[in-house]
């Protein structure tokens, strides 16, 4: 197969493809998008292009990024990404090697996640019943929080959630999450109460919208942008203000860590590891793994920080 004629055509051409045989997310079709953009900046700089570029340049390239003080996580990404392009271009016979193949890449740092106590996030779910302009937005905010921490949904998951998943009061949800892959997650009882009063401020919200000529909408938390529903910019922003408004250091909450929070706390409590992969979506049971690890370093922070021996040693030190 001819090669495109344009370096603004192979990317394309790859992320479209990427999109229909892979159902890549959008977020993920737009990091890789602007990875190549720069690759493909780089590239032409230096008087070459995607079907030029061999090994070197592409080691080239990733040098330049560091000496930019690019992360070695941005970096990993971006090598991921020049790597699917060119195992892509190999396979439909643009090229006739892929000179990317050998390349092995800085590696991501390991670091652990963020996590909440308990004693956090019963303060942040307490700033969600007080906190908004009105007590529709006060009820939402608290529907938003409790589903959250019950489910450990991501929160793209949560913020476009169809209104027709949360009819009946039910004890799951379903729940379409990366790659089109469906999973269902239980409710706790204060989620199901808090959807439940959720649902009745919006249904009658619905109601005087149609009334006046508008439409219906689809999701559980409509919004009048283009999305139709509640945005994860708006929602992270949300969560920092009740962050704020709950006495939790802003610093350490985003919508992702209540997700963290909802795994380290099941995995407290005697959840099993399999268990926990399913109820986040996670494909690989390693990745769920590092949760065991920030159980680990929580433990040791407790007996650090309270047990008599502890407190000893460190006064011995002094």
């Not at 991501?108 to 779910?125: A, C, F, N």
């Not at 370093?297 to 000893?312: C, G, N």
Request: glycine share 8%.
């Amino acid at each position: 197969m001819t090669a495109p004629a344009t370096q603004d055509l192979w990317i394309s051409t790859f992320l479209e493809a990427q999109a229909a045989e892979l159902g890549a997310a959008t977020n993920t079709l737009l990091a890789y998008g602007r990875d190549l953009k720069d690759f493909s900046s780089w590239l032409e700089r230096h008087k070459s292009g995607f079907a030029e570029a061999d090994r070197d340049q592409i080691e080239g390239y990733l040098i330049d990024c560091d000496a930019q003080g690019l992360s070695r996580s941005t970096r990993a990404r971006r090598l991921s990404a020049i790597k699917q392009l060119y195992r892509f271009a190999f396979e439909e016979g643009w090229r006739d090697t892929n000179p990317a193949i050998q390349i092995k890449g800085p590696g991501r740092q390991k670091r652990l996640p963020k996590t909440l106590d308990v004693v956090e996030v019963d303060r942040l779910l307490d700033a969600a019943r007080q906190t908004g302009r009105s007590t529709a937005d006060k009820i939402r905010n608290t529907c938003l929080m409790e589903v959250l921490y019950a489910t450990g949904m991501r929160v793209t998951e949560l913020v476009s959630l169809p209104v027709s998943s949360a009819r009946g009061d039910p004890r799951m949800l379903l729940v379409l999450g990366k790659g089109g892959k469906e999973r269902m997650v239980p409710l706790s009882p204060p989620a199901r109460d808090a959807l439940a009063a959720w649902l009745k401020v919006r249904d009658e919200a619905e109601e005087a919208t149609v009334s006046k000529g508008g439409q219906r909408s689809r999701f559980l938390f409509p919004s009048r942008g283009k999305s139709g529903h509640l945005t994860r910019h708006r929602f992270f922003l949300l969560v920092k203000e009740l962050a704020v408004h709950g006495g939790v250091s802003p610093e350490k909450v985003t919508p992702h860590t209540l997700r963290h929070a909802f795994a380290t706390h099941l995995l407290a409590n005697g959840a099993d590891l399999r268990s926990i992969q399913t109820l986040l979506g996670h494909a690989d049971v390693a990745t769920t793994e590092i949760y065991t690890h920030v159980l680990d370093e929580r433990l040791s922070e407790l007996v650090i920080q309270h047990h008599p021996l502890a407190k000893d040693d460190e006064k011995n030190k002094g």
